[in-house]
C-alpha cells in the first residue's frame, strides 16, 4: 500500500513498518518536515529511508531531534570523534584486530535499552558496507504480539515485572564472541544494574499496550523462580517471533532504519551466514538516543 502524507510512503509489513521515500537527511530539515518523520516513527515503530548519503554529523543531527544520545559501553568501537555513533559489523583494524564489533551469533531476539532506567530509545543504523548475502536485521512488534497473545499466556504476565541485567547479557556474548571486544571493567559494569520494568505496558505516545521483554537479559519476573522465568520468555517470544509476524530486511549501502525500542524487538542474523558463507565486509553506523515528545 502507498499512500501520501507529506512524503511518499510503503508499508513494511501489514502490522508494523514503513519506508519514506523523498528524503535527504543530509540537509537540515524543518520542525514541521522532521514531525512529520516522527508521526510516522510513533504510528509504525520501524522506519526505512532508503538511499541516503549520511556524514557522521549528520546522522547525530538527525539522532539529536529524537532527544539525548546514549553512548555504547563499547568505547573502543566508537566512530573517532563522534562517541555518539557506534561500529558494528566485521571489519578490521590494518594489525587484524576488530575495528567494530561482531556477534557471531547474534540471532537473538532483544530489545535494545531493556537494561536501562529510560526505555524510550530509538536506535538508528545506517549501512555502510553490506556483504552480497545475509546480514539481514529481523523485527516483531510487541504491541502486536499482545494484542494477539493466548488468553491464559496474557494472564501469566499481567501484573508482573521483570528484571532485566545487562550485565548478565554481555557477560553471555563475549563468552561465545571471545576476541570481539574488551570485558567491561568493574566501573563500567557498575554504571549497569539490573533494572525492573513492567511487562505490560502502555506506549506513551500512542496509548497502545505492548510487553517489554528482552530474553538475553532476563534475570527473573516477580513471583517466579529463575527456571520459571526463563520458561516464561521463552513462551513470550516464540509468540512474538511467529514467521508472519516478522519483517525481515536486507540491507542496501545507504539504508537508514530506526525503530522505537520500546514497540518492538529485533535480532541480527547470525554473522556466521555472511563472514563464512560468501564473505564480503558489513559495517553498520549505530546510534541510539532517549526520546522526547514529539516537536510541535
Known sequence: MTYTVGYTTRELHLEFGVEIEGVDLSAPLSTRQFARIRALYDQHSVVLIRGQSLTPAAQVEFLKRFGRPKISQRKEFHLAGTPEIGKVGNTKNPDGTPAAFLDRYGDLWHTDTSSDSHIDAVTMLYCVKTPPQGGETLFCSMHNALETLPKPLRERIEGRTVVHSFNKHNDALLAKNKGSARPLSEEDRAK??????????????????????????????????????????????????????????????????????????????????????????????RAYAYTNQPER
Open 192 to 285: 549497569w544494574p539490573d533494572r525492573a520494568h513492567q511487562v505490560i505496558q502502555e506506549h506513551p505516545v500512542t496509548g497502545r499496550e505492548h510487553y517489554f521483554v528482552s530474553p538475553t537479559l532476563v534475570k527473573i519476573f516477580s513471583g517466579l523462580d529463575e527456571e520459571e522465568s526463563a520458561a516464561l520468555a521463552k513462551d513470550l517470544i516464540a509468540h512474538a517471533t511467529a514467521p508472519d509476524r516478522v519483517y525481515c530486511h536486507e540491507w542496501k549501502v545507504g539504508d537508514l532504519v530506526f525503530w522505537d525500542n520500546r514497540a518492538v524487538m529485533h535480532s541480527a542474523t547470525p554473522a556466521r551466514s555472511y563472514d563464512h558463507v560468501g564473505g564480503g565486509e558489513r559495517l553498520m553506523h
